[in-house]
């Protein structure tokens, strides 16, 4: 069964440092989204990608945070400058289409990501 | 601001029981529900989804939408110790021209279901 997978699983960084984590989509897949999730916190939206160009993005979501989708598979999340409030759980996940019926959005197995 | 809120729980029900989870959200105009399952440390496993008013079932899962009193249910039939995780309840679409992409989550509410 076709699944999101996350590189790495885990990361540890220096605060102020960049990382960058990879998603690979399920392969029919249209839309691609970034989610975090603090420990002991509710799962919160970070961004939605389609199309090559950010749909959709929340307040998290600043300057520090870019997506791409650098090749035909990979959907990536950079961060800049780290800080040690990053530290979290954060899941790509993707989904077939936007209507009713095809918009379940599956969820890769996350990266842990913790800031020192 | 979309709000989706659930009981923390935890929900504590024997082996065989049904366990009912709650759920309810502050936008009217949300379309789309869809109830993942957590295990700790894992991501969110889709169980089910529901866009209309009324009963869904996917065999032991039973999802209850009430649009009128913005309310979402779960019931686990005859729960096993492996349901026990934290169950999700999350949102999508709404009025104001709400969000067609994001996912709104609650809190989640942490079942056991014990032997």
Not at chain 1, 14 to 32: A, T
Not at chain 2, 2 to 30: F, H, M, W
Not at chain 2, 64 to 69: D, E, G, I, R, Y
């Amino acid at each position: 069964e076709p699944e999101v997978t996350q590189t790495p699983s885990h990361q540890v960084t220096q605060m102020g440092q960049e990382v960058i984590l990879r998603c690979v989509p399920i392969s029919n897949h249209l839309y691609f989204y970034w989610y975090r999730q603090i420990l002991g916190q509710k799962v919160e939206f970070l961004v939605s990608f389609y199309n090559n160009e950010i749909s959709e993005k929340s307040e998290i979501f600043d300057d520090q945070f870019s997506v791409e989708r650098p090749d035909g598979s990979n959907f990536t999340l950079k961060i800049r400058s780290t800080k040690l409030e990053d530290s979290a759980m954060y899941f790509c996940a993707s989904s077939e289409e936007l209507l009713a019926g095809a918009e379940t959005q599956y969820f890769g197995p996350g990266t842990r990501l913790l800031v020192l | 601001q979309k709000e989706v809120e659930q009981n923390s729980g935890p929900l504590s029900v024997p082996e065989g029981a049904i366990a009912s989870l709650n759920c309810t959200y502050s936008d009217r105009g949300s379309q789309s529900f869809f109830w993942y399952r957590q295990y700790s440390g894992k991501s969110p496993e889709l169980i089910m989804f529901i866009y209309s008013n009324g009963d869904k079932e996917d065999g032991r899962f039973t999802a209850q939408l009430n649009k009128a009193s913005q309310y979402v249910s779960l019931l686990i039939r005859d729960s096993q110790p492996s349901d026990s995780a934290t169950y999700l309840c999350a949102v999508k679409g709404g009025s104001s021209g709400g969000s067609n992409y994001k996912l709104t989550f609650g809190k989640g509410t942490l079942l056991t279901v014990n032997p």
